[in-house]
């Protein structure tokens, strides 16, 4: 794994500046100095070698030496609709989808769903986000949403070539995974599940009912199973 630490900037420029809670991080736990390696990311997509060059109160500032595209990103979209789950699992599977590399995430809210989102925590799973897409040497993170009502959720998959139901009570797929192709929004449901007129709203909306087999999973499994397979049929886990 590369050694040279990756930092989320704002805007890059020929000197940037590492501000805020990757400032922080930068100073006050890896005590990086004047002189010290970093690799800047700007969620374009490319990665920026850059030097720190000087330390001023609240702000590395850092000399851009060179820049390439990034390498770690999926070539296909994959978009992650999960429902908001108790405790910290929606961070989990913001962590793992982020991983697998998904391209955006949303959290919604349906009609079986306990937990509840709020700012704080949307910022939290922002965050999750982007120190998982830095661990595994991404150059983007994914943008998380949220979503109030599943049917703006589902809406905001509108021209997805392939739209993929995960419904524990589907007795049959009705999509081919092994053979999958184009950009990919994937739905799971929150601990609660869906009900049978959410399922019927999808469908009306394009989405085809998918099975995750006979045995029902725990929504952050579903999650990152579906999302794996996903990935393994669009040739990004090899
Ligand atoms: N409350 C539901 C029940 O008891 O039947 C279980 C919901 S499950 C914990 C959470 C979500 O995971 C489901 O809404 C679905 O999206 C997904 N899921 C779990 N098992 C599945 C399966 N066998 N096939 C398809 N989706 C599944």
Sequence with gaps: MSSVRRFFVE????????????????KNVLRLGVGDEVVLL??????????VARAEKGALLCNVVGERPGDKE???????LAGALKGDKTELVVQKATELGVSEIG?????????YMNENKLERLNKVAREAA???LRSRAPQISFYGDFKSALESCEGYENKLFACEFAKASDADLSSL?????LVVGSEGG????????ARSLGFAGVTLGKRILRAETAAIAFTSVVMFALGELR
């Design 42 to 51: 700007d969620g374009s997509g490319k990665e920026y070698d850059a030097v």
């Design 181 to 185: 192709a184009g950009a990919c929004a």
């Design 134 to 136: 830095k661990q595994c």
């Design 74 to 80: 999926c070539a296909t979209p994959v978009r992650l």
């Design 107 to 115: 959290i919604f809210l349906s009609r079986y769903s306990s937990a």
């Design 194 to 201: 869906f009900s049978e007129e959410e399922f019927e709203q």
């Design 11 to 26: 805007k890059i420029g020929r000197e940037t500046a590492l501000t805020g809670e990757e400032y922080s991080h930068a």
